[in-house]
């Protein structure tokens, strides 16, 4: 266990032998977003879906492993936390080949802006119930030898429309060369925003939802 002093004084009560052993997905950044501790839940869902325990770990930056199109999101919130001292949670799709997955986000600010508490809970898993696809370089690669992928659902775009997606489980599994990533309407109008405004690469509005 990755004992955080900072973080055990700040947990007004609450045990952080408890925290480490919990099955939700918790972790702790300063106010530079930087990682100061991670649960076991979090290092058994990291080696469960190759998510990189070392590079991902204490010490790393949380925004270095945020797609770019969501780090402004990402940023405001966090931001926000720290400035008003108000927790702030979040819904966010995380599948893999095999399964549907939906977590709950909550973050909760302690002390003086010295830490934010992160606590990701899953509320639904199940087997994909849409079709499936094969990998199709020319179903999904684009004339200039892009594929795009949703970096929040991770479906991929085909060729000549914004507005249909395919989950393909392979590349899923392992993203292909050249992809770029953005955010597809289903998730931008569920997860994110109530705007379809893209332009800029990213929604105009995020959706968020404050507590207290």
């Known amino acids: 266990m990755h004992f955080d002093p900072v973080l055990s004084k700040l947990l007004d009560g609450l045990s952080f032998q408890d925290l480490d052993n919990s ?93 934010i508490l992160v606590v990701n809970s899953l509320v639904q898993e199940q087997p994909h119930t849409e079709i499936l696809y094969e990998p199709n370089e020319g179903l999904y690669r684009n004339r200039d030898g892009l594929i795009t992928q949703c970096c929040h659902c991770r479906r991929v775009r085909r060729n000549g429309s914004n507005q249909q997606w395919d989950m393909v489980p392979s590349w899923v599994a392992v993203i292909p060369p050249n992809t770029s990533h953005g955010l597809c309407y289903p998730c931008i109008s569920y997860f994110y925003s109530s705007s379809t405004n893209t332009d800029r690469g990213f929604p105009e509005t995020f959706n968020t939802y404050e507590i207290g």
């Open 23 to 115: 099955d939700d997905i918790v972790f702790a950044l300063n106010a530079d977003l930087e990682i100061t501790y991670v649960n076991q839940g979090w290092v058994r869902f990291a080696e469960r879906n190759g998510g990189g325990v070392e590079r991902w770990s204490v010490g790393s930056r949380f925004m270095d492993a945020i797609p770019m199109i969501l780090r402004p999101f990402y940023l405001e919130n966090f931001a926000k936390v720290l400035a008003e001292s108000r927790p702030w949670e979040h819904q966010y799709e995380c599948s893999s080949p095999a399964l549907y997955r939906r977590f709950h986000m909550l973050s909760y600010p302690l002390g003086d802006a010295e830490r």
